[in-house]
C-alpha cells in the first residue's frame, strides 16, 4: 500500500521552529517530486515548498522564503519541511504529497497525498 504520513506538527509560540517529516511506504520518494501544501481554516490549499525528484531543485511560496526549507532523505525515505521564524498566519494543516512535477500552481497535480499534520502558531 502506497502511503505518505506527516509528522512533526504541533503548537509554536510565534518566531519559534518546527521540522515537519513525510515518510514513505509503498513507494520511493526517489521517484517523485516532493510537495508541502496547507490548508487554514476557511482557505484555499496553498503550497508552500516543493522539490523535484532528481536534481533536487525547489520551489518556495513568496510568503515562507527564507524561512522553511525542503529536503529529502532518499536513504530514509521521507521528506522534511524545516519551518523558521514561525508566523502567526503559518497556522495550518499541512500535507506533504509526491508526483511527477514540482510545482505549486494549481495546475499541478500529485499522485500521492498523506493526511496531514497540524501546525498551530500562537503566543
Known amino acids: 500500500q502506497m502511503q505518505l504520513v506527516e509528522s512533526g506538527g504541533g503548537l509554536v509560540q510565534p518566531g519559534g521552529s518546527l521540522r515537519l517529516s513525510c515518510a514513505a511506504s509503498g513507494l520511493t520518494l526517489d521517484d517523485f517530486a516532493i510537495g508541502w501544501f496547507r490548508q487554514a481554516p476557511g482557505k484555499e490549499r496553498e503550497g508552500v515548498s516543493c522539490?523535484?525528484?532528481?536534481?533536487?531543485?525547489?520551489l518556495y511560496a513568496d510568503s515562507v522564503k527564507g524561512r522553511f526549507t525542503i529536503s529529502r532523505d532518499n536513504a530514509k525515505n521521507i521528506a522534511y519541511l524545516q519551518m523558521n521564524s514561525l508566523r502567526l498566519e503559518d497556522t495550518a494543516f499541512y500535507y506533504c504529497?509526491?508526483?511527477?512535477?514540482?510545482?505549486?500552481?494549481?495546475?499541478?497535480?500529485?499522485?500521492?497525498w498523506g493526511q496531514g499534520t497540524q501546525v498551530t502558531v500562537s503566543s
Open positions: 504529497a509526491a508526483g511527477w512535477v514540482c510545482g505549486l500552481g494549481p495546475g499541478v497535480e500529485y499522485e500521492f
Open positions: 522539490i523535484s525528484s532528481r536534481a533536487g531543485t525547489t
